[in-house]
Protein backbone atom coordinates (compact mmCIF):
# COMPACT_ATOMS: atom_id res chain seq x y z
CA UNK A 1 0.00 0.00 0.00
CA UNK A 2 2.76 2.66 -0.28
CA UNK A 3 2.36 3.32 -4.10
CA UNK A 4 2.15 6.97 -4.81
CA UNK A 5 -1.42 8.01 -5.90
CA UNK A 6 -1.39 9.91 -8.99
CA UNK A 7 -3.95 12.89 -8.86
CA UNK A 8 -3.92 13.69 -12.89
CA UNK A 9 -7.91 14.11 -13.84
CA UNK A 10 -8.70 11.81 -16.06
CA UNK A 11 -10.23 12.60 -19.83
CA UNK A 12 -12.85 10.14 -20.47
CA UNK A 13 -16.37 9.97 -18.70
CA UNK A 14 -16.49 10.12 -14.73
CA UNK A 15 -19.73 8.05 -12.46
CA UNK A 16 -20.79 7.54 -9.17
CA UNK A 17 -22.44 4.17 -8.75
CA UNK A 18 -24.08 3.22 -5.38
CA UNK A 19 -24.00 -0.34 -5.10
CA UNK A 20 -27.12 -0.77 -3.24
CA UNK A 21 -29.88 -3.40 -1.78
CA UNK A 22 -31.30 -3.17 1.95
CA UNK A 23 -31.37 -6.85 1.94
CA UNK A 24 -28.30 -8.20 3.23
CA UNK A 25 -26.23 -11.09 2.28
CA UNK A 26 -26.74 -10.57 -1.50
CA UNK A 27 -23.67 -9.34 -2.55
CA UNK A 28 -23.31 -6.38 -2.60
CA UNK A 29 -19.81 -5.53 -1.41
CA UNK A 30 -18.34 -8.70 -3.25
CA UNK A 31 -19.64 -6.75 -6.34
CA UNK A 32 -18.43 -3.44 -5.53
CA UNK A 33 -14.80 -5.19 -4.91
CA UNK A 34 -14.82 -7.45 -7.62
CA UNK A 35 -16.14 -4.84 -10.24
CA UNK A 36 -14.51 -2.45 -9.32
CA UNK A 37 -10.84 -4.42 -9.44
CA UNK A 38 -12.25 -5.94 -12.96
CA UNK A 39 -12.89 -2.37 -14.21
CA UNK A 40 -9.01 -1.61 -13.21
CA UNK A 41 -7.63 -4.27 -15.25
CA UNK A 42 -9.34 -2.60 -18.22
CA UNK A 43 -7.20 0.53 -17.24
CA UNK A 44 -10.47 2.38 -15.84
CA UNK A 45 -9.44 4.19 -12.44
CA UNK A 46 -11.69 2.96 -10.12
CA UNK A 47 -12.38 4.35 -6.39
CA UNK A 48 -14.33 2.32 -4.10
CA UNK A 49 -16.18 4.20 -1.11
CA UNK A 50 -16.33 1.64 1.67
CA UNK A 51 -19.82 3.40 3.05
CA UNK A 52 -21.09 -0.03 5.29
CA UNK A 53 -19.79 0.54 8.59
CA UNK A 54 -19.31 -2.96 8.85
CA UNK A 55 -15.99 -2.31 7.10
CA UNK A 56 -15.85 -5.16 4.83
CA UNK A 57 -14.41 -3.53 1.63
CA UNK A 58 -11.68 -2.48 3.67
CA UNK A 59 -11.01 -5.35 5.09
CA UNK A 60 -11.77 -7.23 1.97
CA UNK A 61 -8.58 -4.92 0.13
CA UNK A 62 -6.25 -5.95 2.98
CA UNK A 63 -6.50 -2.53 4.92
CA UNK A 64 -7.30 -2.95 8.52
CA UNK A 65 -10.78 -2.81 10.26
CA UNK A 66 -9.40 0.15 12.45
CA UNK A 67 -8.01 2.38 9.71
CA UNK A 68 -8.37 6.02 10.67
CA UNK A 69 -8.59 8.19 7.65
CA UNK A 70 -11.40 7.10 5.60
CA UNK A 71 -14.53 8.58 4.23
CA UNK A 72 -15.99 9.21 7.76
CA UNK A 73 -13.54 11.99 8.37
CA UNK A 74 -14.12 13.33 4.51
CA UNK A 75 -17.74 13.51 5.89
CA UNK A 76 -17.15 15.47 8.81
CA UNK A 77 -14.83 17.71 7.07
CA UNK A 78 -11.71 17.13 9.01
CA UNK A 79 -9.69 16.15 6.26
CA UNK A 80 -9.84 15.96 2.19
CA UNK A 81 -11.05 13.78 0.70
CA UNK A 82 -8.09 12.86 -1.03
CA UNK A 83 -6.19 12.21 2.02
CA UNK A 84 -8.56 9.60 2.96
CA UNK A 85 -8.11 7.75 -0.48
CA UNK A 86 -5.54 4.50 -0.24
CA UNK A 87 -3.82 2.53 -2.75
CA UNK A 88 -5.15 -1.44 -3.62
CA UNK A 89 -2.55 -3.99 -4.75
CA UNK A 90 -4.24 -4.05 -7.98
CA UNK A 91 -3.24 -1.08 -10.69
CA UNK A 92 -5.99 1.65 -11.32
CA UNK A 93 -7.99 0.46 -7.97
CA UNK A 94 -8.22 2.45 -4.66
CA UNK A 95 -10.11 2.68 -2.06
CA UNK A 96 -11.75 5.05 0.80
CA UNK A 97 -11.83 3.25 3.28
CA UNK A 98 -14.63 2.99 6.66
CA UNK A 99 -13.18 3.90 9.94
CA UNK A 100 -15.03 2.68 12.99
CA UNK A 101 -16.71 6.44 13.58
CA UNK A 102 -18.82 5.65 10.33
CA UNK A 103 -21.10 3.70 12.84
CA UNK A 104 -22.10 6.63 14.49
CA UNK A 105 -22.76 8.95 11.08
CA UNK A 106 -26.02 9.04 11.06
CA UNK A 107 -26.71 10.16 14.69
CA UNK A 108 -24.56 12.82 14.36
CA UNK A 109 -26.10 14.47 11.45
CA UNK A 110 -29.39 14.31 12.39
CA UNK A 111 -29.85 17.47 13.05
CA UNK A 112 -27.50 19.11 10.93
CA UNK A 113 -27.73 21.22 7.97
CA UNK A 114 -26.82 19.24 4.39
CA UNK A 115 -27.38 15.85 6.24
CA UNK A 116 -28.43 14.30 2.76
CA UNK A 117 -25.65 15.77 0.87
CA UNK A 118 -22.24 15.14 3.00
CA UNK A 119 -21.30 12.32 0.71
CA UNK A 120 -22.16 14.68 -2.36
CA UNK A 121 -20.07 17.05 -1.04
CA UNK A 122 -17.16 15.13 -0.10
CA UNK A 123 -16.89 12.72 -3.63
CA UNK A 124 -17.11 16.24 -5.62
CA UNK A 125 -13.51 16.92 -4.74
CA UNK A 126 -12.23 13.88 -6.15
CA UNK A 127 -14.78 12.80 -8.97
CA UNK A 128 -12.48 13.95 -11.79
CA UNK A 129 -9.68 11.87 -10.71
CA UNK A 130 -11.81 8.60 -10.94
CA UNK A 131 -13.24 7.09 -14.05
CA UNK A 132 -15.74 5.11 -11.75
CA UNK A 133 -16.75 5.74 -8.32
CA UNK A 134 -18.48 2.79 -6.65
CA UNK A 135 -20.27 3.34 -3.64
CA UNK A 136 -20.50 0.38 -1.47
CA UNK A 137 -23.50 0.95 0.59
CA UNK A 138 -24.58 -0.33 3.77
CA UNK A 139 -28.01 -3.06 4.48
CA UNK A 140 -30.40 -0.49 5.28
CA UNK A 141 -32.42 2.58 3.68
CA UNK A 142 -31.17 5.34 6.42
CA UNK A 143 -29.08 8.53 6.31
CA UNK A 144 -25.92 6.35 5.00
CA UNK A 145 -27.86 5.07 1.95
CA UNK A 146 -29.47 8.53 1.41
CA UNK A 147 -26.30 10.00 1.32
CA UNK A 148 -24.76 7.41 -1.24
CA UNK A 149 -27.74 7.83 -3.78
CA UNK A 150 -27.80 11.69 -3.65
CA UNK A 151 -24.34 11.95 -4.27
CA UNK A 152 -24.56 9.15 -7.53
CA UNK A 153 -25.76 9.06 -10.69
CA UNK A 154 -26.91 5.44 -11.36
CA UNK A 155 -27.63 2.64 -8.74
CA UNK A 156 -26.36 -1.05 -9.05
CA UNK A 157 -28.43 -3.52 -7.26
CA UNK A 158 -27.30 -7.21 -6.69
CA UNK A 159 -30.27 -9.78 -6.06
CA UNK A 160 -29.63 -13.22 -4.75
CA UNK A 161 -31.26 -16.00 -6.76
CA UNK A 162 -32.53 -17.42 -4.09
CA UNK A 163 -36.29 -17.80 -2.41
CA UNK A 164 -37.66 -14.22 -1.30
CA UNK A 165 -34.89 -12.67 -3.55
CA UNK A 166 -37.05 -10.10 -4.12
CA UNK A 167 -37.80 -8.97 -0.60
CA UNK A 168 -37.37 -5.19 0.40
CA UNK A 169 -37.12 -4.52 -3.59
CA UNK A 170 -40.69 -2.38 -3.84
CA UNK A 171 -39.23 -0.11 -0.27
CA UNK A 172 -36.03 0.02 -2.49
CA UNK A 173 -37.45 1.36 -5.50
CA UNK A 174 -39.66 3.60 -3.61
CA UNK A 175 -36.74 5.34 -1.74
CA UNK A 176 -35.26 5.78 -5.50
CA UNK A 177 -38.19 7.69 -6.62
CA UNK A 178 -37.94 9.62 -3.61
CA UNK A 179 -34.05 10.63 -3.75
CA UNK A 180 -35.07 11.27 -7.44
CA UNK A 181 -38.05 13.85 -6.74
CA UNK A 182 -36.26 15.84 -3.75
CA UNK A 183 -32.55 15.32 -3.94
CA UNK A 184 -30.97 13.91 -7.00
CA UNK A 185 -33.40 14.04 -10.44
CA UNK A 186 -30.41 12.39 -12.49
CA UNK A 187 -30.45 9.26 -10.43
CA UNK A 188 -31.17 5.95 -12.58
CA UNK A 189 -30.89 2.10 -12.45
CA UNK A 190 -27.68 1.25 -13.98
CA UNK A 191 -28.37 -2.25 -13.58
CA UNK A 192 -29.69 -5.73 -11.14
CA UNK A 193 -26.96 -7.97 -11.02
CA UNK A 194 -28.11 -11.79 -10.43
CA UNK A 195 -25.60 -13.08 -7.68
CA UNK A 196 -25.31 -16.55 -5.60
CA UNK A 197 -26.20 -18.74 -8.43
CA UNK A 198 -26.07 -22.04 -8.45
CA UNK A 199 -26.03 -24.26 -11.49
CA UNK A 200 -26.98 -27.31 -9.93
CA UNK A 201 -30.60 -26.33 -8.81
CA UNK A 202 -33.95 -25.58 -10.66
CA UNK A 203 -34.41 -22.97 -8.14
CA UNK A 204 -31.97 -20.62 -9.06
CA UNK A 205 -32.74 -20.66 -12.66
CA UNK A 206 -36.77 -20.42 -11.98
CA UNK A 207 -36.02 -17.34 -9.83
CA UNK A 208 -33.77 -15.61 -12.52
CA UNK A 209 -36.12 -16.46 -15.24
CA UNK A 210 -38.61 -14.64 -13.05
CA UNK A 211 -36.26 -11.48 -12.48
CA UNK A 212 -35.48 -10.90 -15.96
CA UNK A 213 -39.33 -11.32 -16.81
CA UNK A 214 -40.28 -8.44 -13.62
CA UNK A 215 -37.28 -6.61 -14.49
CA UNK A 216 -36.42 -6.92 -18.29
CA UNK A 217 -34.20 -4.71 -19.56
CA UNK A 218 -32.54 -3.63 -16.94
CA UNK A 219 -30.97 -7.07 -15.74
CA UNK A 220 -27.26 -7.62 -16.92
CA UNK A 221 -26.81 -11.29 -18.43
CA UNK A 222 -23.79 -11.73 -16.71
CA UNK A 223 -24.46 -13.90 -13.25
CA UNK A 224 -22.03 -14.12 -10.51
CA UNK A 225 -22.22 -17.95 -9.52
CA UNK A 226 -21.95 -18.97 -6.16
CA UNK A 227 -17.95 -20.49 -5.55
CA UNK A 228 -15.84 -20.94 -2.37
CA UNK A 229 -13.32 -19.06 -4.28
CA UNK A 230 -15.85 -15.51 -4.32
CA UNK A 231 -15.95 -16.40 -0.78
CA UNK A 232 -12.60 -17.11 0.28
CA UNK A 233 -10.48 -13.86 -1.44
CA UNK A 234 -11.83 -11.42 0.99
CA UNK A 235 -9.64 -13.66 3.80
CA UNK A 236 -6.99 -12.67 1.91
CA UNK A 237 -8.04 -9.38 1.44
CA UNK A 238 -7.97 -9.26 -2.20
CA UNK A 239 -10.17 -9.05 -5.11
CA UNK A 240 -11.16 -12.69 -6.73
CA UNK A 241 -9.05 -11.52 -9.65
CA UNK A 242 -5.81 -11.48 -7.74
CA UNK A 243 -6.93 -14.66 -5.53
CA UNK A 244 -7.51 -17.28 -8.48
CA UNK A 245 -7.99 -15.57 -12.09
CA UNK A 246 -8.95 -18.66 -13.31
CA UNK A 247 -11.87 -19.18 -11.34
CA UNK A 248 -15.30 -18.80 -12.21
CA UNK A 249 -15.74 -16.08 -9.78
CA UNK A 250 -13.43 -14.00 -11.44
CA UNK A 251 -14.30 -14.90 -14.80
CA UNK A 252 -17.95 -13.61 -13.97
CA UNK A 253 -16.90 -10.69 -12.83
CA UNK A 254 -14.47 -9.86 -15.47
CA UNK A 255 -17.82 -10.90 -18.06
CA UNK A 256 -19.35 -8.39 -15.93
CA UNK A 257 -16.93 -5.62 -16.57
CA UNK A 258 -16.55 -5.90 -20.36
CA UNK A 259 -20.87 -5.77 -20.08
CA UNK A 260 -20.89 -2.91 -18.16
CA UNK A 261 -18.49 -1.03 -20.78
CA UNK A 262 -20.29 -1.78 -23.69
CA UNK A 263 -23.35 -0.75 -21.77
CA UNK A 264 -21.55 2.43 -20.88
CA UNK A 265 -20.43 3.11 -25.30
CA UNK A 266 -23.70 2.38 -26.28
CA UNK A 267 -25.60 5.12 -23.87
CA UNK A 268 -22.79 7.30 -24.86
CA UNK A 269 -23.07 6.76 -28.71
Known amino acids: MEKMFHVEQVTTMNKIIAVANQKGGVGKTTTAINLAASLAT?????????????????????LPKEERKGIYQALMKKMPTLECIRPCDLENLYICPCSPELSGFEAEIFNEDEREIRLRLALEQVRK??????????????????????????????????????????????????VRAYLNPKLRIEGI????????????????????????GVTYDSIIPRTVKLAEAPSFGKPALLYDIKSKAAQSYLTLAEEFLNHEKTSVG
Open 42 to 62: KKRRVLIVDFDPQGMATVGLG
Open 129 to 178: LFHYILIDCPPSLGFLTINAMTAADSILIPIQTEFFCMEGMPELLRMLDQ
Open 193 to 216: LLTMYDERTNLSKQVADEIRGSLR
